[in-house]
C-alpha cells in the first residue's frame, strides 16, 4: 500500500483560497488514481474528486465544480486539491486516498487513506 500524509488546511474566510498536499510514500505514487474527499460534522464523508494516474482525467463534484481543481506531480509523489471561492459549506475534514482506479474513488472505495486535514471556512 501507498502511504498518505495531506497538508495545508487550516481557516481561511469565505471567498479565499486554500491548496491542499497530499504527499506519498510506500509504493509508486504514480501506479495509483487520486481521489479528495470530506467530511463535515454530522454528515457522511463526500467525494470532493478524482483524478487518474497520469492526471489526463478529473472528475468533481457538482458542489466543487468550477471552484476546486485536483492536480498531480508524480515526480515528486504529491497530490493537490486547489480550493477557490471557498465557502462556509465547504468546512470540513478533507482526505485524499488512492486506488487503482478511479470507478472505485468515485463510490468511495481505497486501499491508502490519509490522516485528514481540517478546512474552516469563516463567513
Known amino acids: 500500500q501507498v502511504q498518505l500524509v495531506e497538508s495545508g488546511g487550516g481557516l481561511v474566510q469565505s471567498g479565499g483560497s486554500l491548496r491542499l498536499s497530499c504527499a506519498a510514500s510506500?509504493?509508486?505514487?504514480?501506479?495509483?488514481?487520486m481521489g479528495w474527499y470530506r467530511q463535515a460534522p454530522g454528515k457522511l464523508r463526500e467525494v470532493v474528486g478524482t483524478i487518474t494516474q497520469n492526471g489526463d482525467t478529473t472528475y468533481y463534484s457538482s458542489s466543487v465544480k468550477g471552484r476546486f481543481t485536483i492536480s498531480r506531480d508524480n515526480a515528486k509523489n504529491t497530490g493537490y486539491l486547489q480550493m477557490n471561492s471557498l465557502k462556509p459549506e465547504d468546512t470540513a475534514v478533507y482526505y485524499c486516498a488512492a486506488a487503482p482506479d478511479t470507478n472505485r474513488l468515485r463510490v468511495g472505495v481505497a486501499g491508502s487513506w490519509g490522516q485528514g486535514t481540517q478546512v474552516t471556512v469563516s463567513s
Open positions: 510506500g509504493r509508486p505514487f504514480s501506479t495509483y488514481a
